[in-house]
């Protein structure tokens, strides 16, 4: 199981790069899109984030209040672990390498080139004039930034976040879709057995996270969870009240117990004074 995440600007680049070397390798091409049906199952839908598209809104005072982004973020999560676990997959949308940086073998791709570049490209792909390219290169730009620094708290443009940064004005999408098959070849990018189970494990933990989120009885209860999916072991690590401790854990419990394949539970709990 290996994975090549591309991100970009207003370029249409990267679906066409995405789509060279899904050519290349075989491998699925796995949207945003998609990536939000699949967490259906999960209650994405709930927190009402996956209907705004980035390009169109930017996040606004009462989407950042609340659990609203944790849900949405655990939900997504998982459903890319659910891909993961499928096999070998390009996933073309915007930073989905923070949700997946304890995968084995994920590689991750930045597209950019010059404002000018830009500008012509978005002229000739739309027809849109120039003054209106350049709104809409400015206007995506920053409810890109918005939504990045939103769900993750960082600056997209940051090259430090990414493999390798390819400008397709020097680049062409034929020549980076080479390179990117060439990396995808290499022993050090292959991944096998050992990789499965710490994916596996990784879903299970994250399907956890989910599932105490749903419930009113563990909602915002902050905690993380490790698990062992060979063995079923869930691990909870986190604050409790001093007073009510033992229902706080008891919650806890009985909500995961519900949680499929799961066959322990261990809680390590640090007390602390939240009801003093």
Not at 104 to 110: C, G, H, M, T
Not at 150 to 167: A, S
Not at 170 to 192: N, P, Q, T, Y
Not at 205 to 212: E, Q, Y
Request: hydrophobic share 40%.
């Amino acid at each position: 199981m290996s994975i090549i995440t591309i991100s970009r600007g207003s370029l249409s680049a990267s679906a066409m790069l995405a789509a060279k070397v899904s050519e290349r390798l075989g491998w699925p091409v796995v949207t945003r899109e998609d990536v939000l049906g699949a967490a259906g199952k999960y209650g994405i839908k709930d927190t009402g984030l996956g209907e705004l598209s980035f390009i169109e809104k930017s996040p606004g005072f009462l989407d950042k209040m609340g659990d609203r982004k944790k849900q949405y973020l655990v939900c997504f999560q998982t459903a890319l672990f659910d891909f993961a676990l499928k096999g070998n997959f390009i996933y073309n949308g915007h930073l989905a390498q923070f949700l997946l940086r304890e995968v084995p073998s994920v590689v991750s791709i930045l597209l950019t080139a010059p404002d000018e570049f830009r500008i012509s490209s978005v002229m000739k792909e739309s027809g849109k004039s120039r003054e209106e390219a350049v709104s809409h290169i400015r206007l995506t730009d920053e409810r890109r930034q918005k939504w990045s620094h939103f769900l993750y708290g960082v600056n997209w443009r940051d090259p430090t976040y990414y493999d390798l940064v390819f400008n397709i004005e020097r680049i062409s999408v034929d020549l980076a879709a080479d390179i990117l098959a060439g990396i995808a070849s290499r022993k050090e990018f292959k991944s096998g057995k050992e990789a499965q189970q710490v994916v596996s494990n990784l879903r299970l933990a994250s399907i956890a996270k989910v599932t105490l989120q749903q419930s009113p009885r563990t909602r915002g209860s902050g905690v993380e969870v490790e698990a062992d999916s060979a063995s079923g072991l869930l691990t909870v690590k986190g604050n409790c009240p001093r007073v009510g401790a033992k229902m706080w854990e008891n919650d806890i419990r009985t909500v995961l117990s519900k949680v499929e394949g799961v066959k322990t539970i261990k809680v390590d709990k640090n007390v602390v004074g939240y009801y003093e």
